[in-house]
C-alpha cells in the first residue's frame, strides 16, 4: 500500500528553523516528483516545492526561495524540506506528495496527512 509519513513538524521562533522529513513506503520516489504543500488556516493547500530528479527539476515558490530546501535519499525513500529563517506566514499544515511528470509540471496523486508547523513572535 503506497503511503507517505510527514515528521518534524512543530512550534518555532520566527527566524528559526525546522526540518520535515517525510517516509514514503509502497512506491520508487526516484521516479516520481515529490513535493511539499501547505495550507494555512482559512486558505487553500499551496504548493512550496517540488523535486523531479529524473530530470532535474526543482521548483519553489516565491516567498519560500532562498529559504527552504527541498531534498530527498532515494536510497531510503525519504525526503525532507529544510525550513530557515522562518516567519509567521510559514505557519500551516505541510504536506509532502508524490506525482507524476506530466507535460509543464506533475500530477500530484498521493498525499501525507500533514504536520503542523507554527511560527510565533
Known amino acids: 500500500q503506497d503511503r507517505l509519513e510527514e515528521s518534524g513538524g512543530g512550534s518555532v521562533q520566527a527566524g528559526g528553523s525546522l526540518i520535515l522529513s517525510c517516509a514514503a513506503s509502497?512506491?520508487?520516489?526516484?521516479?516520481?516528483?515529490m513535493g511539499w504543500f501547505r495550507q494555512a488556516p482559512g486558505k487553500e493547500r499551496v504548493r512550496v516545492a517540488y523535486?523531479?530528479?529524473?530530470?532535474?527539476?526543482?521548483y519553489y515558490e516565491d516567498s519560500v526561495q532562498g529559504g527552504f530546501t527541498a531534498s530527498q535519499d532515494n536510497a531510503k525513500n525519504t525526503l525532507a524540506l529544510q525550513m530557515d529563517s522562518l516567519e509567521l506566514s510559514d505557519t500551516a499544515v505541510y504536506y509532502c506528495?508524490?506525482?507524476?511528470?506530466?507535460?509543464?509540471?506533475?500530477?500530484?496523486?498521493?498525499w501525507g496527512q500533514g504536520t503542523q508547523v507554527a511560527v510565533s513572535s
Open positions: 509502497g512506491f520508487d520516489i526516484s521516479i516520481h516528483c
Open positions: 523535486k523531479y530528479e529524473a530530470d532535474g527539476s526543482a
Open positions: 506528495a508524490a506525482g507524476l511528470r506530466v507535460p509543464g509540471g506533475c500530477s500530484w496523486i498521493k
